[in-house]
Each structure stands twice: as C-alpha cells, then as structure tokens.
C-alpha cells in the first residue's frame, strides 16, 4: 500500500505500526488527540509547518521496508 497525503493518519499508523516514529520525530505527537482521528497527513501536516510531500515520503520508506519484512519472513514460515 502507498501512503497518501489524503490517508488519515491513524489508519496509517494501524497499518504501520513503525511509522510512528516518523509522525513523532516530525513533532506530530498526535496520536491522543482528537483531532489525529478524522485529520489526513497533509492537514496534520500543514497545521505543525510540516511539508506533507516530505512527510510522505519518509511513511513510504518506512511502510515499505515494513513490507519487505513481512515478505521475507513469510518466506522463512513457507515450508
């Protein structure tokens, strides 16, 4: 899945757990907040100064080095 400035931001931290890391180095914290729950990336972006493409592309490394994991170790469980 290819993240998008238009997903919303706790669905993308349900899908990847990891990315919160990238939202919390951001200073985007805002996991508590209620506002994180119908905002998109870009809208929670733009309102701490952040450049939502920039944002992005850091969720994307970080969902798709997730995905390859998943990938290699299901191969490891294929017997």
């Keep these: 899945m290819k993240i998008t ?3 919303n ?14 939202f919390m180095y951001a200073g985007m914290g805002c996991f508590g907040c209620h506002a994180a ?3 998109n990336i ?5 309102v701490h ?3 939502p493409d920039k944002l992005v592309e850091a969720l994307n490394e970080i969902a ?13 469980n294929a017997q």
């Design 49 to 51: 100064g952040i450049d």
């Design 64 to 76: 798709d080095a997730s995905d390859e994991a998943d990938t290699e170790l299901a191969g490891v």
């Design 5 to 7: 400035k238009d997903m």
């Design 9 to 22: 931001i706790v669905e993308v931290v349900q899908k990847y757990p990891d990315t919160m890391m990238v």
């Design 37 to 39: 729950q119908f905002e």
């Design 42 to 46: 870009e809208q929670g972006a733009l």
